[in-house]
Every structure is written in C-alpha cells, then in structure tokens.
T-cell receptor, first 115, second 109 residues
C-alpha cells in the first residue's frame, strides 16, 4: 500500500483567511486527488491534481477557491482560500498507483474548522 | 439517482455477530467494487475490492457482488469491537470513483 501523510492534521481558522494542506506520498503515484468529507455525506471529489499543469476541477469547485499544486509525483498541496464556516470539513488526499489501478489509498485527512 | 446508495445506519451488533453491509448502484456497466473502513478521525482504508460478480473472501470479511440486482455486500463474521467503524462502498468506472455515504457500525463487547 502507499503511505500518505497530510499536514496539518487539523486546524481552526478565522473567516476570510486561507489554509494550505500538504500531501506527501512515499512512492511515485500516477494520480492524486483531493476530496472533501462532510458529516453524513459521501466523499466529494474536489479535483484531480496533475503534475506540472493545472488541476482538473469537479463541478462546483473552482481554482480561485481551491488552488492546487503538484510539482512532482509524490507531493501536492490544496489551499482553501477566503474561508467561511461552510468550508469546515475534512479534506482528504488520495492516490492511485500505476501497478494497482483499482486501489485508491487515502491520507489521514485534515480536519478544518472555520470560525 | 445517485450512482451509489448506502444505508447510513447506524448499525449496532453484539460481539460475535455476523454483520451485513449493503449498497446498491445504478449503472449495470460498473465492474470494480470496493469496500473501505474508516475509523473515527482517520482516512478511509481499503479493505477489499472485487471485479464483476461473485464473492471474495479475506479472513473474516467477504465481499459479494450481485450484478443482476446491482447490489454489493460486505459480510463480517465473528464481529469484534475493533470492527467498530464507518464502512464505505465504492465503485470505480474509468478514472471516476463513486462512494456511498458510509454505514456506521458499532460492535458491542
């Protein structure tokens, strides 16, 4: 399996500020994703992080609000910009590996609370 | 209609019971089915995945797919308190993954 770490594990932020979440994988992976998980709801895909190019965003998510970087095959960041209480959620990084395409692995998540 | 529907529970069983967790899906073309376990304040952990119809067993866990009914199940035998978690079903179609909302399971000692 892939070992994924996320920083920070949790944070409490003020409205209007921004937070950058880091995701580090222990091996090269083909695809990296960012999800949001809210209580009682299924995982919601925010975007696919593409190495060296702009991320691919899902409907309802835009680059200005959730800028994403992926400078190499093992690292990505998600920024939650101009936060509001509605952004309070768990943010999860996940990866797909080339050799095991059905196995999507998740990081431990970042629990964000916006006051 | 959602791609995947899952009863959110919560489900509470005594230790040693057989647990059945279920999902239904909408697209008969789906072929890859997965189950994740998520402990509180942790990320989802892949438990099992199956391809097409049939059963797959791994220790106390059995994943079952019934394509004719578009129904997938996870059975847990001899359930343990350590099995207490939220279980999410997931389906892969190409590069898209569709997740259920998760079923919260508590196994009471």
């Amino acid at each position: 399996s892939a070992v994924i770490s996320q920083k920070p594990s949790r944070d409490i932020c003020q409205r209007g500020t921004s937070l950058t979440i880091q995701c580090q994988v222990d091996s090269q992976v083909t695809m990296m994703f960012w999800y949001r998980q809210q209580p009682g709801q299924s995982l919601t895909l925010i975007a696919t992080a593409n190495q060296g190019s702009e991320a691919t965003y899902e409907s309802g998510f835009v680059i200005d609000k959730f800028p994403i970087s992926r400078p190499n095959l093992t690292f990505s960041t998600l920024t939650v910009s101009n936060m509001s209480p509605e952004d309070s959620s768990i943010y999860l990084c996940s990866v797909l590996r080339l050799i095991s395409y059905n196995e999507q692995f998740f990081g431990p998540g970042t629990r964000l609370t916006v006051l | 209609q959602k791609e995947v529907e899952q009863d959110p529970g919560p489900l509470s069983v005594p230790e040693g019971a057989i647990v059945s967790l279920n999902c239904t899906y909408s697209n008969s073309a789906f072929q890859y089915f997965m189950w994740y376990r998520q402990y509180s304040r942790k990320g989802p952990e892949l438990l099992m995945y199956t391809y097409s119809s049939g059963n797959k067993e791994d220790g106390r866990f059995t994943a079952q797919v019934d394509k004719s009914s578009k129904y997938i199940s996870l059975f847990i035998r001899d359930s343990q308190p350590s099995d207490s978690a939220t279980y999410l079903c997931a389906i892969r179609s190409g590069n898209q993954f569709y997740f259920g909302t998760g079923t919260s399971l508590t196994v009471i000692p």
